[in-house]
């Protein structure tokens, strides 16, 4: 799936559209994406056709771009799972939000290609589970910080530049050691 055709049938929408029109200082400022690959559990309870193959409407895929008004000092996110919602965000803490630009897209299928050559480049063979993406504009840049859930309870954080295309920063680390981290 890429960011430009989820984008674009967004701004095609009548609710876009009604939005933007009610709101027209409006931008986007940030994007939040969770592409799931599957889990083996779930499979197992009734989930598959009787191939044993998933239907992609049994993940828990999820593609949102949330807008913020200026002047209002309100956000609001736009799902695009199951038709197009708008929902307000609740955000208290008043600071202004940057413009996301989307000059340059990115495929999520390509984003999983780069990780995987990483992870191969650093003798990691597990397998990615969910890949949890917030798109932002971080010092001028959009940027997608990734969290990605491997098998064995594996997690890799990624920091991704899409107007480089590459990945600046890569960490593997594990859920039990966010659990050291909790119980500190």
Do not use: W
Request: aromatic share 12%; with cysteine; proline share 2%.
């Amino acid at each position: 799936m890429n960011s430009h055709f989820l984008l674009e049938k967004l701004e095609n929408s009548e609710e876009y559209k009604k939005f933007k029109k009610e709101n027209p200082n409006s931008y986007l400022c940030s994007g939040f994406f969770i592409i799931d690959y599957g889990n083996h559990q779930r499979v197992l309870h009734n989930s598959c056709d009787p191939t044993g193959s998933r239907n992609s409407s049994d993940l828990d895929n999820k593609y949102h771009f949330d807008f913020y008004i200026p002047e209002k000092k309100q956000t609001f996110s736009f799902e695009l799972e199951e038709g197009i919602k708008l929902i307000p965000l609740e955000r208290d803490d008043g600071k202004v939000l940057n413009e996301v630009l989307m000059k340059e897209g990115f495929d999520f299928e390509e984003l999983k290609e780069t990780i995987l050559n990483e992870m191969a480049e650093k003798k990691i063979t597990n397998k990615i589970q969910k890949m949890i993406f917030s798109l932002q504009n971080n010092e001028g840049k959009d940027v997608l910080f990734g969290t990605i859930f491997i098998s064995g309870l594996g997690l890799i954080r990624v920091n991704f530049d899409i107007s480089e295309g590459k990945i600046t920063d890569f960490e593997k680390s594990s859920l039990f050691d966010m659990v050291k981290v909790v119980k500190k």
